[in-house]
DNA sequence: ATCGAAATGACACTCGTATGTCATTTGACC
DNA sequence: GGTCAAATGACATACGAGTGTCATTTCGAT
């Protein structure tokens, strides 16, 4: 283990001859010591390695600079975009990101809020609406920026930023009504906790319902969460075992979407030919598939780069104008729906 | 903005009753209250909503309980699963992951680890051996276990957790040129900084020199920075125009390989027949490609699990048995090539 | 009622940094 | 040598939690 002790202030001071009240000033307001004797504490702290204690400075100032930021998983494209628009703009604040992973269990998301606001987070970005009893008293009471993200609603805690999942979901289903597919399957997935999810299934079934179009139950599906590119194969090919099967399957995930395709490709089932399969996300590799993805594309950067854009300006008592902002969606009509 | 004010120990104190030093010792050390006080104070706690200021407790016992994690990208499947495990690990110790992104900056990487260690972390994980002089200086002066991952190297640090890139790329190169592949190129990518892709392009171009092959300058390919499944195809489309194009593209990074296949079957170039295409990094869609694709499997995820758990082990005081850690990897051979 | 132990409280001090008030030193200028 | 402002220093206090020492209160058992 590399091992030096903690060097303070005070051993700047003493390495240096000065006094701590001195060394102090000559960091915090250059202004009111003189040159030479600045230059020669930012030496002592070079030749000493003196680095400052932000939990000190935090305790005094009462602000950590700390933002905690909450993702059901890292190992999903669109959340690690999200997390990354996050960290680029708070870095360019000088703010450090606390991760927090929720595997989409509200006690694992009420035990991130929880630990951030015992560290002083300024403030707490969360993603959905969806939180335990015991979360939402915590945001509520929290004293800073809460913003919640990846979907919109109206029970808005605070600020939010997203897109509706409803609406995206809704538009890709009349677009495929539209396009004449007549027996329409839904692959709906990780609705746990999960506004997101059910919002979408229910953009389907309303987009389905306005069409006067009735939904069987067996065309309702669900993949296990959280969602992988392994489940969507199984799924279509007992859908397309059917002896009705459907001429189009709407995945709510992207994922699994891919994984039927490469799965209908590998057994001769043609796309949209066959089967048409529509996705939700569209990934870089979605575009480029043997049969381009027809898909919904999320602004998962963009909406992580907002949602800390909107903490900073709240933050430096900047008002924001709306505290609810929708970065859109884009239907993506590409050629496999 | 969510509002109510901090709540301290004191407060609790005040509303409950009691001296400070009871409700603190009702919170440390529950054997020398009356379980009658215990309760009271923690029926206060929950009313008035206290949550403990874990600054002010670290500053006192020398112990942040967080950790710093520095990634080159989250923004890739394989890092993402990395931290991922790293978060999982550390969470299971009630420990905070404080995640920094170096988009392979040496600057970037230098600056995330002095936040770190100025936020008092207890220890640093950090990909790869390639550092900055001034980061080396602080690693070396930083008082706690410092992990460098992702590679192995003998001018280790402290701990490490990796696997030899070298090696992956060198076994990789003989399998193809075992398999009778006469005229292999190789592409790399992201160098800069980046002793993974470095070893991965000497471990290729040894395993070649090993077999008396010579390589021309011109079957040494890069894609630039970050890697993207897009810089696959336009680069192979460029290879398979030359009126002698290679056999074999060992690609050292696995986007570019998918997007290299992607772009052969779209034009009716035959995997692996007119080009056999291997990759380096094993996600989960190479497996289901259309032409399953040869590759290296990486252990990301257990790579940021074991890192955290050394971690850990130190922190603990337990001995940790061997600082060097190789997790491996393995030769996934596929349909590709 | 008395004793003793357990429970609780009071006070001072720590961690590293920051700031406000007031005192002292330094140096330049006349 | 005297004056004044700038630079520096000393001291106290604060942030929130925690500990050590010692004093006081409470309560049960005798």
Request: glycine letters at 6%.
């Amino acid at each position: 283990m590399p091992s030096g002790k903690k060097v303070t202030l005070k051993d700047v001071s003493a390495a240096s001859g000065l006094s701590l009240i001195t060394v102090s000033r000559a960091l915090r307001r250059p202004e009111t010591v003189q040159e030479e004797t600045r230059k020669k504490v930012l030496k002592t702290i070079d030749e000493i390695g003196y680095v400052p204690n932000l939990m000190a400075r935090s305790l005094v100032s009462n602000r950590s600079n700390m933002i905690g930021v909450v993702v059901p998983i890292l190992t999903s494209s669109l959340f690690a975009d999200f997390a990354q628009g996050a960290e680029t703009v708070l870095k360019g604040a000088n703010l450090q990101m606390l991760l927090g992973v929720s595997q989409r269990s509200r006690e694992q998301e009420a035990e991130a809020v929880r630990t951030f606001i015992a560290r002083q987070a300024d403030a707490i970005i969360v993603t959905g609406f969806t939180h335990s009893d015991a979360c939402h008293k915590l945001l509520k009471a929290f004293d800073g920026p809460v913003v919640e993200t990846w979907n919109l609603r109206p029970e808005a805690l605070d600020i939010s930023v997203g897109y509706s999942n409803f609406d995206a979901s809704a538009d890709m289903t009349r677009y495929l009504i539209d396009k004449g597919y007549r027996n329409i399957a839904t692959v709906g997935g990780a609705f746990e906790n999960n506004d997101q999810a059910t919002d979408r299934q229910n953009g389907f079934l309303n987009a389905m319902r306005q069409a006067g179009r009735s939904v069987p139950a067996e065309n309702i599906l669900a993949v296990p969460n959280p969602t992988t590119i392994e489940s969507g194969g199984p799924l279509i090919l007992s859908l397309m075992d059917r002896k009705d099967p459907p001429d189009a399957v709407f995945f709510q995930a992207e994922l699994p979407a891919q994984g039927a395709m490469m799965a209908c490709l590998s057994r001769g089932i043609r796309v949209p030919e066959d089967v048409a399969i529509a996705g939700f996300g569209d990934l870089s590799i979605s575009r480029l598939m043997p049969v381009p993805m027809t898909t919904i594309k999320i602004r998962a950067e963009e909406m992580g780069q907002r949602a800390a854009e909107l903490v900073v300006q709240r933050l430096n008592k900047d008002e924001v104008p709306t505290s609810v902002e929708d970065v859109g969606f884009e239907l993506m009509i590409r050629k496999s729906a």
